[in-house]
């Protein structure tokens, strides 16, 4: 989906197609630099880690494996409570495994500071964080994140994975939703 398709939704374009996959490379050359020779496993979140996955997973020059984990946070309304529940878990034993978890974004940070300690408990040699945006406004708790695309301002943003009620995640680019939208 392009910007044309919902331009009425949103109030601008905060990163373009482009931009995200210069930055999803720039990323990956720093990870291969890191992984070099390692079993990598890489671990999105779902739903909103789909697009970065993808996209991450076939810019890396390293021969890498995919698992996925879906988590949801208990609590009311949109706020993370930082309570998390998981609704399906990894396929993958990570005894022994460098495993990244890629994420789309870090708002609180209380969803992914959950899960690293989560996977570390399972016995992995190393947990590390690729996250493609980071709102530093919305932090709760500090998360140590080694690789972060953008750290954008702490609004409503949907595109390229990142969804309002389940809408916008196949828009291309990265855009600040309206509100319109959603007060209505
Ligand atoms: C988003 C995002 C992270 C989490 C970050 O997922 O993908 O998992 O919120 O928020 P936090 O830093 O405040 O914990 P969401 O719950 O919207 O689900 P989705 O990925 O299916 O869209």
Known sequence: MEYQDIADDLTSVLLTEQ??????????????ADYAGER??????????????ADLARELKLPIEMDWM????YGSGTQSSGVVRILKDLDSDLQGRKVLIVEDIIDSGLTLSWLRANLE??????????ALLRKPDAAKVAVDVRYIGFEIPNAFVVGYGL?????Y?????IGVLAPHVYES
């Open 169 to 173: 995640r196949n828009f291309r680019d």
């Open 163 to 167: 969804d309002y009620a389940e809408k």
């Open 40 to 53: 990598l496993l890489l671990v999105g979140v779902l739903r909103g880690a789909v697009m970065v996955m």
């Open 70 to 73: 879906a988590v949801s946070s």
């Open 19 to 32: 931009q995200i996959h210069e930055k999803i490379a720039e990323l990956s050359r720093r990870i291969e």
């Open 121 to 130: 408990s399972r016995g992995a040699a190393s947990v590390e964080i690729c």
